[in-house]
């Protein structure tokens, strides 16, 4: 099944094309935050949703759904708010990323979001599509859902490190696990060809029913290294006017004054298409350089408007460009 990961404006102005050729849905809030700016997300998150169920696909929510349980053994409040609003929301799936993949807390992370979403399916009778007349506030008291064999929300964990060991698996699975995400932007060689037999092993052996989803690599946007390498970090300064290109060689490392990333096909197109009066946000956002200037279509001079430490590798994103490479 093709799973497209909404994750541009773009996206959202074609996506009676895309719903066409798909059979299930992502809604991809990291990379949608930062292109669409985090505010204009919930909306769209309620969009996509209701446009995808509507025409009969899967849909999963993902990105931050509990990211502070990467660190600790409970979710936050609005975090379970999210969760089930997501539900409410019409979503199929709810999906773990790094709070599964690279977390202290896999497990952990894995039941509190079957167990928020159950309980939001346990009340969702009354919620939708809206209150009834005669609802009153104590029903709120109502005891929490505990089978969870009543829950219809699927439950998406991200393998990695933390979650991907023969002894592990199963325990994922009784946590709540429905769909593993196996992610090929972090994938080494073998890391898939040893943990899939894993889990279909564990899986049969369990009675359980469990899918796995492929998320295959995009287009990737990086800087490049930095002079010094290691944890090395360059200063951006508010107002700096700093060069920014293509590597011309192996030696050309980011330093002060210059930003560069490798050639590569996507990276190419990135810089051809860039033009004076764009933004290219760096880090998620935490960055942002403004293009003054278009040298060639291998080098351009940006305006630091939100500084930062930049340090190697980090993600860049153009929101306001339609850029000409292949989506795989």
């Known amino acids: 099944k093709i799973c497209p990961k909404i994750e541009k404006p773009q996206a959202l102005t074609n996506i009676d094309g895309i719903i066409a050729k798909s059979q299930a849905l992502m809604v991809a809030r990291g990379d949608l935050g930062v292109e669409l700016e985090v505010e ?27 990211e502070s349980m990467i660190y600790a053994p409970v979710p936050t409040r609005a975090e379970v708010a999210d969760l089930q609003n997501a539900v409410w929301d019409g979503t199929d799936a709810v999906m773990l990323s790094g709070e599964a993949a690279s977390g202290d807390f896999p497990l952990e992370a ?15 009778d009354l919620l939708m599509p809206r209150l009834f007349g005669d609802f009153f506030v104590d029903e709120g008291n109502k005891p929490r859902e505990m089978d969870d064999s009543k829950r219809k929300t699927k439950v998406v964990s991200s393998l990695g490190p933390a979650s991907w060991s023969e002894e592990m698996i199963p325990q994922m699975i009784e946590a709540g696990t429905d769909i593993f995400r196996l992610n090929c932007s972090h994938r080494r060689g073998g890391d898939f060809e040893r943990v899939y037999p894993i889990i279909r092993k564990c899986a049969k052996e369990m009675g359980k029913k469990v899918e796995c989803l492929g998320d295959l690599q995009g287009p990737k946007f990086r800087v490049g290294e930095v002079e010094g390498g290691g944890n090395a970090h360059i200063d ?56 003054v200037e278009k040298i060639s279509d291998k080098e351009m001079k940006v305006k630091v408007t939100q500084g930062g430490k930049l340090k190697a590798r980090k993600g860049v994103n153009v929101p306001d460009v339609e850029i000409d490479c292949a989506a795989l």
Request: proline share 2%; glycine share 6%.
């Open 110 to 124: 894995v039941r509190a979001q079957a167990d928020a979403v159950l309980e939001a399916e346990s009340v969702q």
């Open 236 to 291: 951006l300064k508010m107002g700096d006017i700093l060069e920014f290109g293509i590597c011309k060689d192996d030696n050309d490392l980011i330093r002060p004054g210059r930003i560069t990333m490798k050639s590569t096909k996507e990276q190419d197109a990135l810089m051809k298409a860039a033009k004076v009066g764009i933004d290219l946000l760096i880090e998620d956002g935490l960055m942002i350089v403004h293009v």
């Open 40 to 66: 204009r997300v919930p909306f769209a998150q309620k969009l996509l949703i209701k446009k995808a169920k509507d025409a009969g696909l899967f849909v999963i929510t993902a990105t931050q759904m509990v």
